[in-house]
């Protein structure tokens, strides 16, 4: 039998413990309390994440959950809403998908059981959670986060006091691409037009098309013989899905084309304004003399630029990057550490001013160069700024919501007891 998720598990826990702790209250913030099986609650819950026991301060712990029922009972007071239908929606397909890892409704109700809730009281236990979560982003967002700013001359500031014991930049390239994308010949295309028309004709005569679509569709429905299931308008790519609403129950579709490839659709129920349907797909995949055109051209610019030609000018050419290629092929400054690991090796073994190897990922064929070589030296104000914007505003938002938190205590009546 498969398991519940560990979050599935905490949210079962918290609905679930309350009857079997022996409870005291040991706070009260405002009109609320905090019992000592909610303390419980919450430190099995961090200690799930992994958090080292030594942090686990019950009292510091006590102090985020009394702020978290402050920060709630201030946002009902503002009354910030949530779209509560999202919430609902978004908790029923939360529960939905772990009810699926089980192998029948029985099993799950039984471990619904052992752990002493109901189906019912996890679904509202989870929409309280997600809501007040989302009550409280709300709040922070409004109060807190939107009144933080920072200043370029806070950003400058910050840089020429911090620079000397900022990391150096290591030694670096300019790195420059030529990318060429294998594409789709019509020769390639008229071939697949071919297979499938061969396929419509056999489904038309009455072939098994549920046997075609296992043998020969691409799609990952093939293992269901082709089928998709109901789906509604809008469900479907536009082609696909007109296609489908023309036929009637049983009838078979010519070809369609659409951005995946060629179908051919078999509608095989409808119940109002649905479609149930099967098809069979074959995508639009390059061939062999496809790949080996390509490769072809990209040897031949790797040739061209070994013996003196500017890569940046072929760049601007051949390559389909049209960002890079209107820069002669300039993707940026690169250290070791920054460099693609699927090509790192291959750029590391290539001299500087020298062309790697012809790359290959997927579909894209790739020539790289590291050109200029730059020395290790400091990091730029323009290269960190946004580093220290984020870094700044971090720091503003935290000391925000300090003094907003100060404020909100002493306006509130908190009593604990622990």
Known sequence: ?????IALMLCILTASLAGALVDKIIAKVGTD?????????????????????????????????????????KARELKLSVDETAIKNYAERYIAQIRSQYDSEAAFQQDLKAMRTTQRDLLNYVISQITEQSLTELLTEKYISSKVNVSDAEISDFYEASKDSLAMKPLSWDLRMIMREVQVSDEAEAQIVKTMSSLQKRAAEGGDFEALAREYSDCPSSKQGGDLGFFKR?????PFEDAAYKLEVGEISGLVKTDYGYHIIKVTDKKGDEVRASHILKMLSPSE?????????????????TTGADFGELAQEYSMDLDSAEDDGLLGEF?????????????LSSPVGSPTEVLTND???????????????????????????????QQKKIKAYEDWMDKLKAESFIQLSL
């Open 33 to 73: 309390i905090i019992l000592m099986s909610d303390l419980e609650k919450q430190l099995i819950n961090m200690r799930s994440t992994g958090i080292n026991e030594e942090l686990l301060d019950p009292l510091e712990v006590l102090g985020g959950m009394v702020e978290h029922r402050l920060m709630v009972q």
């Open 289 to 305: 003399a496809d790949f080996e055109c390509e490769r072809e051209l990209m040897d031949d610019l790797r040739q061209q630029i």
């Open 1 to 5: 039998m498969k398991r519940f998720t």
């Open 335 to 347: 250290g070791e550490a920054d460099f693609p690991e699927l090509f790192a090796a291959a750029l």
């Open 363 to 393: 579909n894209m064929l790739y020539l790289f160069m590291r050109d200029q070589e730059h020395a290790v030296r400091l990091y730029t104000l323009e290269e960190l700024q946004a580093q220290i914007k984020s870094f700044l505003e």
């Open 234 to 238: 809008g469900m479907m790519v536009k």
